[in-house]
C-alpha cells in the first residue's frame, strides 16, 4: 500500500493539523518524545506529523489528544479546520 | 505495514467517527456511494469507515467533510470526540 504523504495534501490540512499538534505540546512543556511515548508513537513518526509530512491515522490524532488532555476535536478547532 | 484496523480502537472512537459521517450524509439524502464518490474514497472502503472499521486516515477525514460541505471539526463535534 502506498505511503500517502504530505504530497497528497493539496489543502495544507497536515501542516495546519501539525502546528496545532506542536503549539498545545510547547504549551504544556513537553518534549516532543515525551508526547510521542505517552501516545505510544515512534518519536520519528511524531516529528513527521508536526511538520504535516504524514498523513496521520484519526486513531493517532485521538491518542495524541488523550496524551495532551485535550478533545479530539480541540486540535482541528486550534487548526481551523 | 500492519494495517491498524478497529481492533486496535479501544475507545470506539472510529465507530463514533462513522456514525457521525453517516447521519451527516443520510442528512444530505446522499447514497454511501455518491458521498464516496464525491470525496474521492473507495466505496468499500467508505463502507467500512462509516462502520468505524477502518482506522481512517486524517486526510480522507478532510476530503469527506469538504464532500459533505461542513468542517472537518464538525465531523468529530457531532461524534462527541
Do not use: P, W, Y
Amino acid at each position: 500500500m502506498a505511503r500517502i504523504s504530505a504530497k497528497s495534501d493539496n489543502t495544507g490540512a497536515l501542516e495546519q493539523l501539525g502546528a496545532s499538534i506542536r503549539a498545545r505540546r510547547k504549551l504544556q512543556k513537553l518534549s516532543q518524545e515525551a508526547l510521542a511515548d505517552s501516545a505510544q508513537i515512534d518519536r520519528a513518526h511524531m516529528g513527521k506529523i508536526e511538520r504535516g509530512e504524514r498523513n496521520v491515522t484519526f486513531l493517532n490524532i485521538v491518542r495524541i489528544a488523550a496524551a495532551l488532555g485535550c478533545r479530539t476535536s480541540d486540535i482541528l478547532l486550534d487548526a481551523d479546520l
